[in-house]
């Protein structure tokens, strides 16, 4: 992460797989789940090779899934200098955003003799997150300037308009025949879009819960949905779902949720 050590990436491709070819097949196939379509490894650590190729669009589509359901990363690609072996190696990341950008997270640089100087360069400020992707570049010195351009045009031009976090309570409806009357119906994610700055007033949010809701009902299930819309246009959904489970009334359920009760005024 900070020092582009193509040894270390073989270790761990023969830890994880047993070896780099069955590693690289994972890979391809994870690429391919991630609609990563111009994408082809032919190893795993990026140097030269035919029909090892990709595109900037590609690198994102990763860039992206690894930011987001791997976040710990950053604590990796956010060191500048560090030490190995009590001292005796010295570490400093190759990616220059990280000590001269503001908010940088990472992300990671690649360099060869036929790909030139590339980057992908991750940035947040004000919940707002970017990734701004380099290829190509005729020198590292650009590659970090172009990046810097693309990554202030995104925060110069865009916000992230938050609606509600996950679980958040959106409603609360009325059960039929359960042992609750009630449930609270809440976000199963967290509900922002990316938008222009100053269009933010013109969001128009509907909630839409499911009429004649009945037991039994189990938690997380999906009871509605919270749609986001300008000018007519969708722009983002958003699942609503039970925050706890319900039960169907019956004698065994109705005894249940007596003693249950006794119990908690006893204490």
């Not at 570490?91 to 060869?112: D, E, H, P």
Request: proline residues 1%; aromatic residues 8%; glycine residues 6%.
């Amino acid at each position: 992460m900070c020092g582009s050590a193509n040894d270390c990436v073989v270790a761990m491709s023969e830890f994880i797989a047993g070896s780099e070819d069955a590693f690289v097949q994972m890979m391809n196939d994870k690429a391919k789940e991630l609609g990563m379509n111009d994408t082809t490894f032919k190893n795993c650590h990026g140097l030269d090779e035919d029909g090892h190729v990709t595109s900037s669009y590609d690198i994102s589509l990763m860039s992206k899934e690894l930011l987001n359901n791997h976040p710990q990363i950053t604590n990796y690609t956010t060191i500048w200098m560090d030490s190995l072996r009590d001292g005796k190696s010295q570490l400093t990341n190759t990616n220059k955003l990280i000590r001269t950008y503001k908010g940088a997270t990472g992300l990671k640089t690649g360099s060869t003799g036929l790909a030139l100087y590339n980057l992908s360069a991750s940035a947040t400020r004000d919940d707002l997150s970017l990734i701004a992707v380099i290829m190509k570049a005729p020198s590292t010195k650009v590659r970090f300037a172009e990046a810097e351009k693309l990554l202030d045009y995104g925060f110069n031009s865009f916000i992230y308009k938050e609606f509600a976090k996950k679980d958040d309570i959106a409603n609360t409806a009325i059960v039929n025949k359960g042992v609750d009357s009630t449930v609270d119906i809440v976000f199963s994610d967290n509900a922002g879009i990316l938008i222009k700055k100053g269009e933010d007033k013109n969001i128009e949010q509907s909630i839409s819960i499911d009429e004649n809701i009945s037991t039994p009902i189990e938690k997380g299930q999906k009871l509605g949905t919270a749609t986001y819309s300008m000018n007519g246009t969708v722009l983002s959904t958003v699942d609503l779902v039970a925050s706890n489970s319900v039960d169907k009334i019956n004698l065994f359920t109705m005894t249940r949720s007596v003693i249950y009760k006794w119990i908690d005024l006893l204490r």
